[in-house]
C-alpha cells in the first residue's frame, strides 16, 4: 500500500473527525483497543435518518505501511452483501416481477429437481427427492437446505453466477425445503442469479445501477481500481500466543481484486465498501426506502427485509439481513457490522478487518457495545 504519500492529509482529516464527536465514552474505548492492539484499526458512524451525527476513526489500515484508518478507507464487508442483495431482490418484488412465494425453478429451471441427504455415512450416503420446491424466501432467508457453500468453492469469487447454479443443480440439500434454518452463501448466490435473469443484466450492473448510482455509494464494488487498493484495509489476526497482531490474506477471496479476468460479483459476500457508502444505504433503509426524496424500495419492502421470514425452521432472519424487534442487521465476516435501529431512528456502521472471534479481553471491541453507546448517546429516548 502506498497511502504514505498522502499520510498528512489523512492525519489531519481524521483527528477532525474524531474532535466532532460527543460519545466520549466510545471514543477513548475505541482508541484503548486500537493503541493496545486488539484491534489494527476500526471507523465506526452513527447516522440518523437525516444526517451524520459522528464519525470515529482510530488506528492503522496498514500498520507496517503507518496508514491509519479515515472516512475513506475501504473495507472488505463480507456478508454484508446479503443486504445488499436482499434489497436488490426487493425492487424487483416491488415492480411485480418476482413474488417471494414464487419457486426459484421458475427463473432457474436447472433447480428444479433437486436432492435431499436421507443419511450420511463415512463411506456413501442416501439421497431422496425434495418433496418441495423451494422459494424465493427460503433462499433469502436460509431455510432452502443448501449448505454454506459447495466442494467447488475454494473461493468465492472464482466462478461466474451461471457456473454456480450448475454447481448448485448437482448440489445435494441438508434438509428439506423451509425445515431448518442453515445459514447459506448459496441461496443468496441463486437470488443474484434471479436478478441477472429477470432484469436481463449482470447482477453486478443491476446493483451499479439500481442502488449504488442513486445513492451515491461511490466505492462499492467488487472489483477495486487501483486507487481504492491503496485505501484498502489489510485484515490482521492475533500471533498464536494473541500477544500482537500480524497481516494475514482474506481466505476466501482471489488476489489481486483488481482482477476482472479471474474474479466474479459474488451475491453472497464479494463487496467492498467504505463507512461513507454503507451509511448512506442503511439511511435509505432507515428512512423507509427513500433517500434524497427518490423512492428507491417500497415500505413493504423495507418491512420484508427485517422482519423475520424463518418461520419454525429457527433462526432470525429476514430478507438478507438478520431480523430483530427493535430493527435489523448484518455482520461480515472480518467483524464488520451495519445496523439499523428502526426503534431509536438510528443507522450505525462499524468497520475492521479483523479475522478470528474476539476473546474475553477483547469483547470491548464487540459492536453490540458500540452500538449500546451509540443508543445511550444519540437514540431516542423513552
Known sequence: MMLLRRGVLVVVFCAFLVSQGQAQAWAERLKGLTDGGVLAGAVTRVANAEKVLETRASGWA?????????????????SQTKGVTGAALMMLVDEGKVS???????????????????KAESDRMTLV???????VRQVMCHTSGFPFLSPQEQKIDAMPLREK???????????????KYQYSNIGINIAGYIIEVV?????????????????????????????????????????????????????FMTYPFTDRVNRFAEPGGGLFST???????????????????KRILS?????????????????????????YGWGFKHGGAQGTHMMINMEHGLVMVYLIQHAGFLNEREGNAAPEVFSKLMIEQYG???
Open 62 to 78: 496498514d500498520i507496517e505501511g503507518q496508514s491509519p484508518m479515515c472516512s475513506y478507507t475501504v473495507f472488505w464487508i463480507a
Open 299 to 323: 415500505e413493504n419492502a423495507v418491512r420484508a427485509l427485517g422482519t423475520k421470514q424463518t418461520g419454525s425452521a429457527g433462526g432470525d432472519y429476514g430478507i438478507g439481513f438478520e431480523a
Open 165 to 179: 447454479i450448475s454447481v448448485y443443480a448437482q448440489t445435494p440439500l441438508l434438509a428439506e425445503p423451509g425445515t
Open 275 to 293: 463507512v461513507h457508502d454503507v451509511t448512506r444505504f442503511c439511511q435509505m433503509l432507515l428512512s423507509g426506502g427513500t433517500f434524497d426524496g
Open 199 to 251: 432484469s436481463g443484466m449482470p447482477y453486478e450492473a443491476f446493483l451499479q445501477k439500481r442502488l449504488f448510482e442513486p445513492l451515491g455509494m461511490v466505492d462499492t464494488c467488487f472489483w477495486l481500481t487501483p486507487e481504492q487498493e491503496e485505501r484498502l484495509a489489510l485484515c490482521y489476526r492475533p500471533d498464536p500466543g494473541r500477544t500482537k497482531l500480524e497481516p494475514c490474506p482474506i481466505g
Open 100 to 118: 417471494l412465494d414464487d419457486p426459484v425453478a421458475k427463473f432457474i429451471p436447472k433447480l428444479k429437481d433437486l436432492w435431499v441427504i436421507e
Open 380 to 382: 431516542k429516548k423513552k
Open 129 to 135: 427427492k425434495a418433496k418441495a420446491p423451494i422459494t
